[in-house]
Every structure is written in structure tokens, then in C-alpha cells.
């Protein structure tokens, strides 16, 4: 599988945008991008996917490097509740559609300053 | 709530007994996935359900590991004659046909 490298760790002030970056140089053409994150005591929960656009929703921002070797989640005004684990994932095109099991590593630990 | 559930949410265990979990997905997702994790790590993927069928089966899966979908709808995870090392975090997500996985909130394992 493709390997994803991550901060272990960052830090940023409330109300203020945060920019998680991802390096995986490795990835391959039907590699798709995920981001999760998970705070403390609760199971991850789905943030955005991309492939080669960038793609906004109304949790984050996904911007995708033009050769695809690293991206960066933008979380636009971050809150205390953004504080969490956020992990940077790459996964192949399920043949029927959707994705195989994750691969997560030990991603970037946010923390909030207030 | 119409989430992911898992049952018990904590389960204490003395070593060598068989534990067995059960996660019920979000109503008509197809897709059911069986994680596990440790303190300080992230989740790693364990195995993977598509209707009733089991699709794939992580290395990670020793023989003592059982996972079943019988209707495709809920699933069990069975952990045979348990091992301190099996003390973790056991998370199951499901998901319709997208990239999009829901995640329930695991059942902790503490072997003693």
C-alpha cells in the first residue's frame, strides 16, 4: 500500500485556519485521498476524499498538489471541538465501487489553543 | 440515532475465554468493516463484509478470530481463547456504496 507521512503533531489558535499537510509520494493513479479524524473517546469520523481536484464541504477544504504527491486538509476556523487526531489516507478504487479496509497511520494530533 | 452501534461498549475478559462482539451497521449500508486499535495508534483493518459475504481478510486475523454477517445485515466478531495482547479498542464501520465509512463508537477489550 502507498504510505502517507504526517506531523506527528500541530498546534493552532482558535478562530484562526489550520493546514494539515500529507506527503505520499508513492501514490498511484487510482489512489484516492481520504482524510479522518478521531477526538478522544469516539470512533473516526469521515472528513473529505479527493482524487485530483481539489474539493470543498462544509466540514474542510481538500487541496490536491498538481502531481498528486502531497495535499493538505484545511480546516477554515477552527473551533476546540476540532481538536482531535486527524489521519491522511490513501485507498485504491474498490473494483464495485467505494473502498477497501483503511490503512490509517498514526496521524497528526491537533491541538486548539483557545 | 441511527448510527453505527456496537454492543457491549466495554467488555473485561480473563485470559483464554472466548469474547464475542457485535456491531449492527446504518440501516441498508451493504458494506461492514471490523478495525482494531491500540493505545496511541491508529486503527488497522482488520476485515471487511459486503452483504453477508466476507470479501478480505487482514494478516492480522489469526485463527482465533471469527467474523460473521449472517444476513448481511449485523455482524459478530468472536475472539477465541483470549491473549493479553488482544486488549484493544474493536471499531466496525459500514458504508453504502461510497468512499464514505461510518464509524461506531468500538468496544474496549481488557484481557486480563
Known amino acids: 500500500d502507498a504510505k502517507t507521512t504526517q506531523p506527528n503533531s500541530m498546534e493552532s489558535n482558535e478562530e484562526e485556519p489550520v493546514h494539515l499537510p500529507c506527503n505520499h509520494s508513492t501514490i498511484s493513479g487510482t489512489d484516492y485521498i481520504h482524510w479522518y479524524r478521531q477526538l478522544p473517546s469516539q470512533g473516526p469520523e469521515y472528513v473529505i476524499h479527493?482524487?485530483?481536484s481539489n474539493v470543498n464541504n462544509r466540514m474542510a477544504s481538500l487541496a490536491i498538489a498538481e502531481d498528486r504527491k502531497s495535499s493538505t486538509l484545511i480546516l477554515h476556523r477552527a473551533t476546540l471541538r476540532d481538536a482531535a487526531v486527524y489521519y491522511c489516507?490513501?485507498?485504491?478504487?474498490?473494483?464495485?465501487?467505494?473502498?477497501?479496509?483503511?490503512?490509517f497511520g498514526k496521524g497528526t494530533h491537533l491541538i486548539i489553543q483557545p | 440515532d441511527t448510527g453505527v452501534s456496537q454492543n457491549p461498549r466495554h467488555k473485561i475478559t480473563k485470559r483464554g475465554q472466548n469474547v464475542t462482539f457485535r456491531c449492527d451497521p446504518i440501516?441498508?449500508?451493504?458494506?461492514l468493516y471490523w478495525y482494531r486499535q491500540t493505545l496511541g495508534q491508529g486503527p488497522e483493518f482488520l476485515t471487511y463484509?459486503?452483504?453477508?459475504?466476507?470479501?478480505?481478510k487482514s494478516r492480522l486475523l489469526s485463527d482465533r478470530f471469527s467474523a460473521e454477517r449472517p444476513k448481511g445485515s449485523f455482524s459478530t466478531l468472536e475472539i477465541q481463547r483470549t491473549e493479553q495482547g488482544d486488549s484493544a479498542m474493536y471499531l466496525c464501520?459500514?458504508?453504502?456504496?461510497?468512499?464514505?465509512?461510518?464509524f461506531g463508537p468500538g468496544t474496549r477489550l481488557t484481557v486480563l
Open positions: 463484509f459486503q452483504n453477508e459475504a466476507q470479501l478480505e
Open positions: 440501516s441498508e449500508h451493504n458494506r
Open positions: 489516507i490513501l485507498s485504491p478504487r474498490f473494483s464495485g465501487g467505494g473502498a477497501d479496509g483503511l490503512t
Open positions: 479527493g482524487l485530483t
Open positions: 464501520a459500514s458504508s453504502l456504496v461510497s468512499m464514505k465509512q461510518f
